[in-house]
């Protein structure tokens, strides 16, 4: 069973900062790795799906990037309505992780 | 606009059998090849995969709890079913169902999620 880390679990930042949250699988695999964006009271958001392709409709502020074992989440240019939680979800072997999930604030 | 609705008993019995139903709208669920997903989350835990269904009524499990699950498919409703046999406790969460792209196997689409709580 492969096991995904996810740091960190708060992340505090301001409008305009670019943020970076990484997750890391316990060995390495394929690049099936997405992450989703959520806020409280909504269904969960597809960003990014492969690693690093951008779902339709999202801004291109986010990206993701990474391979084997680690895998990054980035955000150029914050903006208000991304203050949110953010999880990653790995595929391996016919089963799915997540991660723990980044609360990310306000500073 | 796809969207998903699950339904069923907020409050299980332990040692009963939680059953949640999952409504599509705005797709075919025995479309393409697309597969739907049960996941829950405990509060202030992460989110567990707990099993998939495509429309041919292929299944698989998370093996941590494949001896107690049971999901099932009803193209004729597009809806698909959640049962999970001899619950407890630790079954208390959140349970969402979502889409599943076989392309690239994210969940495109989720639904809001419900809660069941497992109490005497």
Not at chain 1, 17 to 45: E, H, N
Not at chain 2, 34 to 57: F, T
Not at chain 2, 58 to 75: A, E, F, G
Request: glycine share 8%; hydrophobic share 30%.
């Amino acid at each position: 069973d492969i096991q995904v880390t996810q740091s960190p679990s708060i992340l505090s930042a301001s409008v305009g900062d670019r943020v970076t949250i990484t997750c890391r699988a316990s060995q390495s695999s394929s690049s099936w790795l997405a992450w989703y964006q959520q806020k409280p009271g909504k269904a969960p958001r597809l960003l990014i799906y492969r690693a690093s392709n951008l779902e339709d409709g999202v801004p291109s502020r986010f990206s993701g990037s990474g391979s084997g074992t680690e895998f990054t989440l980035t955000i150029n240019s914050l903006q208000p309505d991304d203050f949110a939680t953010y999880f990653c979800q790995h595929y391996d072997s016919s089963s799915f992780s997540f991660g723990q999930g980044t609360k990310l604030e306000i500073k | 606009q796809v969207q998903l609705q699950e339904s069923g008993p907020g409050l299980v019995k332990p040692s009963q059998t939680l059953s949640l139903t999952c409504t599509v709208s705005g797709a075919s669920i025995s479309s393409g090849n697309d597969y739907w997903s049960w996941i829950r989350q405990p509060a202030g835990e992460k989110l567990e995969w707990i099993g998939r269904i495509y429309a041919s009524g292929y299944v698989s499990y998370n093996p941590s709890l494949k001896s107690r699950v049971t999901i099932s498919i009803d193209t004729s409703k597009n809806q698909f079913s959640l049962r999970l046999d001899s619950v407890a406790a630790p079954d208390t969460a959140v349970y969402y169902c979502a889409r599943g792209k076989w392309l690239h196997f994210a969940h495109d689409y989720w639904g809001l999620g419900t809660l069941v709580t497992v109490s005497s």
